[in-house]
């Protein structure tokens, strides 16, 4: 019998947002394994650098 409840299995998607490795510039995704503080594009500040 159902509960009305959808289950997703475990684990879907990342588990951490990668909005703040987006370049405001350029639209540049940041990728490497430690987050830069500039773009590797453009070399703009990268948002997580300036937390």
């Not at 684990?11 to 350029?26: F, I, K, N, S």
Request: hydrophobic share 35%.
């Amino acid at each position: 019998m159902s509960d009305g409840f959808i289950r997703i299995p475990e684990p879907v998607g990342d588990a951490a947002c990668w909005l703040g490795r987006v370049c405001p510039e350029c639209g540049g995704l940041d990728e490497t394994p430690a987050p830069a503080a500039t773009c590797p594009r453009c070399g703009a500040e990268l948002p997580e650098a300036a937390r």
